[in-house]
């Protein structure tokens, strides 16, 4: 098969499992939506969350295969019962998906607009009055969600004084909504041109999400950590633009996207030695590791004495070659392109961090590509920092593993330093790797992502199939295997915090939850960006975390830290395992959020510090924190290049707050 003219090798598999074949999105037809007219009646009562009646696939057979440990969870393209396509376009469930995550973006940060309730079949909607556009617009619940993620239908709108609404596509609905964004932040002039680069991402996205639902894809053998890691085909869901990329071109998507499965060799440079640095925590130096990963092309590079090879994404590479400061680094003879060598890459789902069967180790590289909110760099103090965490987690041992939680650490680094460059863009960060020989863990991101049609989700069916196997109801194991994910996950990140006044920047594409047999029974945790370490514990941390000390930007007051992690680990985490589930018909949103207040008030009386402040904040607050990606987006702003490099947070009302007579009953505010 090609891509742009351009062989694609074939997918391999990744140790000894297996990844899997994506199956084209296929969802109900455009003639089956429901259509409304007039005006409904508004209801302050808050209804129940879960699914609206629709129209399903018929599953076929094998809907009750049982799971086994190497059956279903070991091979992912089983999940759940087959089901009978459908009909709808590819590119209609790519609109459809862009405006789910436009619009709750809009909900949150903009406007929470009014709940309509309808009274029969026709469905309730929420409306928005868009002054700044004189018009009023409207959108269908299929599915209405407490944390946030609801499901959208049909979407119409109206002008003001004309109660007829008509039916407009999803695009024409978000254009409506970035145009009154606009306008109430700094006028229609002021914000022209990062409305049209905002929509213009948009547009990137559901191209993306098409291709991702429509590509052909080889079925081979893979790997259960790979397959996983490039299945997230709809991205971020609390981001309006969710698979935006800007500084790629098609063809390199197809290649270097993780959801593409394009495999690739990483390209050398030889490098002076005096323009080499380098640092790890154990285990052997960045530029070892090269050249063994370069292996018998290493011969053929011819390697001087006083050479180093340093290994770049072929995205970086290119951007490198282009650079005025590394083609002056050629000409004085301090570096020199050596060409692909070694064996084959697969992107994991970060895309610049990427893993081989053949490589003890992960590379994360900086990359000339803005991902979501920003250009993907590697800057030097998060790579002294991994090192330092390493170090100090190395020092630790069991103590820091303890309450089921373990760490992919970042023990190396590597760049090249050039006369008048702070970063010279050959920032690399090497990461542990997931065990060959061992159970992966599994994305939360994966396990939450909404189906790709007619598959259900990854986590509604390994449900489905833990149901089968132990000849319970899904409702009943679902309550259960939440019961178990919240003592895998939530537990052990709030009591590292309270035992060690380190917060984890615990989102769900960070966080790897370990399974056994299909039950959560812990959390690997990644990523280097991700410590926050409490002002308050500043003297304890000091003595036994020294290389602490040396960093900037390690140190947080514990209010901040507190508001990051009830966005991170809850809001970001938990509520889209709530959500899933209720989606899904599983378990109530209600239901789950009281399991998750439950453990949350067993956690503050079992804590003692920063664990303990975090609960109660939690449980009390009426608000909690929430990254404001739509904010940044309309602002056309890269978060890592601002001063704190840390993103725009606001608020949102906390689902863990029942709702009383004096709370207004919205869906956001």
């Known amino acids: 098969m090609s891509r742009g003219g351009k062989p694609v090798r074939q997918r391999h598999a990744i140790g000894r499992h297996a990844g899997a074949a994506r199956t084209p999105a296929r969802r109900g037809s455009m003639a089956q939506r429901d259509r409304m007219v007039g005006d409904g009646t508004d209801s302050d009562r808050r209804p129940q969350s879960g699914p609206l009646p629709v129209i399903v696939a018929r599953a076929t057979d094998d809907a009750a295969r049982p799971v086994g440990a190497e059956s279903a969870w070991r091979r992912p393209a089983a999940y759940g019962p087959r089901l009978a396509p459908t009909l709808e376009p590819s590119w209609t469930v790519a609109e459809r998906a862009a405006f789910r995550a436009f619009a709750n973006c809009y909900l949150r940060e903009i406007d929470a607009g009014r709940f309509v309730a309808r009274d029969g079949p026709a469905p309730s909607f929420i409306e928005w009055r868009l002054t700044g556009q004189r018009r009023r617009l409207r959108a269908a619940l299929a599915y209405r969600s407490l944390c946030g993620a609801h499901e959208f239908g049909l979407v119409q709108a109206a002008d003001f004084g004309d109660g007829r609404f008509r039916s407009i596509s999803w695009l024409t609905g978000i254009q409506l909504m970035i145009a009154e964004a606009s306008e109430r932040n700094g006028g229609a002039l002021a914000g022209s041109a990062n409305s049209a680069a905002l929509l213009s991402r948009v547009i990137q996205s559901i191209r993306a999400i098409d291709a991702n639902l429509t590509r052909t894809r080889t079925t081979v053998p893979g790997h259960d950590f790979l397959a996983t890691e490039q299945s997230l085909v709809y991205g971020h869901w609390l981001h309006p633009t969710p698979k935006s990329m800007e500084g790629i071109t098609p063809w390199q998507r197809e290649v270097y996207a993780p959801e593409a499965g394009g495999r690739f060799q990483l390209v050398a440079f030889a490098v002076d030695r005096h323009h080499v640095r380098e640092d790890h925590a154990y285990g052997p130096k960045p530029t070892e590791i090269a050249a063994r990963l370069a292996g018998d092309d290493l011969a053929r590079c011819g390697l001087g004495d006083k050479e180093a090879i340093l290994l770049m994404h072929p995205l970086q590479a290119e951007y490198l070659q282009l650079s005025p400061h590394v083609a002056a680094a050629r000409r004085d003879g301090i570096l020199r392109l050596l060409g692909p060598v070694g064996p084959d890459f697969f992107a994991t789902s970060s895309m610049r961090t990427v893993c081989s069967a053949d490589a003890g180790y992960q590379l994360k590289f900086s990359l000339p590509v803005q991902i979501t909110n920003s250009v993907r760099r590697n800057g030097l103090e998060e790579m002294k920092a991994g090192v330092a965490m390493a170090r100090w987690l190395k020092r630790q041992g069991a103590l820091a593993e303890a309450g089921g939680l373990s760490f992919l650490p970042d023990p190396a680094w590597v760049t090249v330093e050039l006369p008048g460059q702070t970063d010279t863009g050959f920032e690399t960060i090497y990461r542990e790797t997931v065990a060959p020989d061992a159970e992966p863990p599994v994305m939360v991101a994966a396990l939450t992502a909404a189906p790709v049609r007619p598959r259900p989700s990854m986590l509604k069916g390994l449900i489905a199939r833990l149901a089968a196997r132990d000849g319970a109801t899904p409702q009943a194991t679902a309550a259960r295997w939440f ?78 830290i507190v508001g990051r992690l009830t966005y991170y680990l809850l809001v970001n985490q938990v509520f889209s395992v709530i959500a899933r589930l209720g989606e899904d018909g599983l378990l109530p949103e209600d239901a789950a959020i009281g399991q998750l207040r439950q453990t949350l008030q067993t956690l503050a009386g079992r804590t003692s510090r920063g664990g303990r402040r975090f609960c109660d904040t939690a449980l009390a607050a009426p608000d909690l924190v929430l990254k404001a990606n739509l904010g940044l987006r309309l602002a056309d702003t890269d978060e890592l290049a601002s001063p704190t490099g840390a993103g725009v947070y606001t608020r949102w009302p906390n689902p863990l707050i029942a709702p009383g007579p004096s709370r207004p009953q919205r869906l956001a505010s």
Do not use: M
């Not at 002002?535 to 514990?558: K, V």
């Open 483 to 560: 019961d178990a994910y919240l003592k895998a996950s939530v537990e052990p990140v709030i009591r590292f915090f309270d035992r060690t006044g380190i917060a984890l920047e615990a989102h769900q594409q960070n966080c790897l939850l370990r399974l056994v047999d299909g039950w959560p029974d812990g959390l690997v945790y990644r990523d280097n960006q991700g410590f926050y370490l409490s002002e308050s514990e500043r003297p304890a941390l000091s003595t036994n975390f020294p290389e602490a000390r040396g960093i900037d930007g390690l140190f947080f007051r514990e209010e901040e």
